[in-house]
Nanobody, 121 residues
Framework: VQLQASGGGLVQPGGSLRLSCVAS????????MSWYRQAPGKQRELVAG???????NYPMSLKGRFAISRDNAKNTIYLQMDSLKPEDTAVYYC????????????????WGQGTLVTVSS
């Protein structure tokens, strides 16, 4: 499975950005798709996840400003980011894994190359 993320860039504080991630290859291996981010000097963290059923998973700290969506016909997920803050600056990575339910353990996963989001005036 190959994941191609796009949509990153420079945005002012308070602005919005929409990321996209397209999955290709043996997509029948995957169901859950997620966005993670890694800021300089920090660990990679979950931003949002979505199953093919549409069920979503967000950490409480980001719920409300970020919204994940999915177009199964296009094998694509999106991340709409609003009210961006300088602390949202990070490389955003697309991830796909084997889970079909959020209670399952991940048996295998795949990572995209990341797209840089910079929030600065």
């Amino acid at each position: 499975v190959q994941l191609q993320a796009s949509g990153g860039g420079l945005v002012q504080p308070g602005g919005s950005l929409r990321l996209s991630c397209v999955a290709s290859g043996n997509i029948f291996d995957i169901d859950a798709m997620s966005w993670y981010r890694q800021a300089p000097g920090k660990q990679r963290e979950l931003v949002a996840g979505i199953l093919s059923s549409g069920s979503t998973n967000y950490p409480m700290s980001l719920k409300g400003r970020f919204a994940i969506s999915r177009d199964n016909a296009k094998n694509t997920i999106y991340l709409q980011m609003d009210s961006l803050k300088p602390e949202d600056t990070a490389v955003y990575y697309c991830n796909a894994d084997s889970r079909t339910d959020w209670t399952q353990a991940t048996r295998y996963d795949y990572w995209g190359q990341g797209t840089l989001v910079t929030v600065s005036s």
